[in-house]
Antibody
Framework: QVQLQESGPELVKPSETLSLTCSVS?????????WVWIRQPPGKGLEWIAS???????YFNPSLKSRLTVSVDTSKNQFSLKLTSVTAADTAVYYC????????????????????WGQGTLVTVSS | EIVMTQSPATLSVSPGERATLSCRAT??????LAWYQQKPGQAPRLLIY???IRATGVPARFSGSGSGTEFTLSISSLQSEDSAVYYC??????????FGQGTKVEIK
């Protein structure tokens, strides 16, 4: 059974960097699938942030791309998110999830279905 | 960016009745449409992908239909545990993948 668990600071000051890690158990990141970050501001809808493959192929939401770094550590079976220059608008529950991939030849691409999800972690941006 | 619009915002249905939720895309997404269920305090759960394919373990009372720009999620006989917010999501054109704003299903 695949399980994902987010971890990181719950409170970040404005203009600083938000850093989160997702630990995956029950499945090896090296075995396939994309791995994704999604967020949800309090009382609002869902926003896809980024997807990363174990080969480090990465896709970003254009609205966040300039502030984003996403990385994968296959030795720890984890992937991570860094979001710089945060503001109150970045306050949200951050989820990690597994994303189905589809492959054509030697290239694999995000497939857009997210299952399963981590439980989510609320990150508040405030001084 | 493809914008997904869901209606209604809130749906109140009696137990055992049928609930019908709608999702519209600003351009064709073919059948690249998923539905998620989110209960209070929980992460979303994948219900439907490919517009009509139930994910593993999803009860048969949930069904999806549609293609192109118009989609429907139906819950044939509403149970109390179906009270949740339901989101549609397109995965035809990216980045970014985009979600609808959600429909809240309440039990009368």
């Amino acid at each position: 059974q695949v399980q994902l668990q987010e971890s990181g600071p719950e409170l970040v000051k404005p203009s600083e960097t938000l850093s989160l890690t997702c630990s995956v158990s029950g499945y090896s990141i090296n075995s396939g699938y994309y791995w994704v970050w999604i967020r949800q501001p309090p009382g609002k809808g869902l926003e896809w942030i980024a997807s990363i493959y174990h080969t480090r192929s990465t896709y970003f939401n254009p609205s966040l791309k300039s502030r984003l770094t996403v990385s994968v550590d296959t030795s720890k079976n984890q992937f991570s998110l860094k979001l710089t220059s945060v503001t109150a608008a970045d306050t949200a529950v951050y989820y990690c999830a597994r994303e189905v991939d589809y492959c054509s030849g030697d290239n694999c691409y995000p497939g857009g279905n997210f299952d399963p999800w981590g439980q989510g972690t609320l990150v508040t941006v405030s001084s | 960016e493809i914008v997904m619009t869901q209606s209604p915002a809130t749906l109140s249905v009696s137990p055992g009745e049928r609930a019908t939720l709608s999702c519209r895309a600003t351009e064709s997404v073919s059948s690249n449409l998923a539905w998620y269920q989110q209960k209070p305090g929980q992460a979303p759960r994948l219900l439907i992908y490919g517009a009509s394919i139930r994910a593993t373990g999803v009860p048969a009372r949930f069904s999806g239909s549609g293609s192109g720009t118009e989609f429907t999620l139906s819950i044939s006989s509403l149970q109390s545990e179906d009270s949740a917010v339901y989101y549609c999501q397109q995965y035809k054109n990216w980045p970014p993948w985009t979600f609808g704003q959600g429909t809240k299903v309440e039990i009368k």
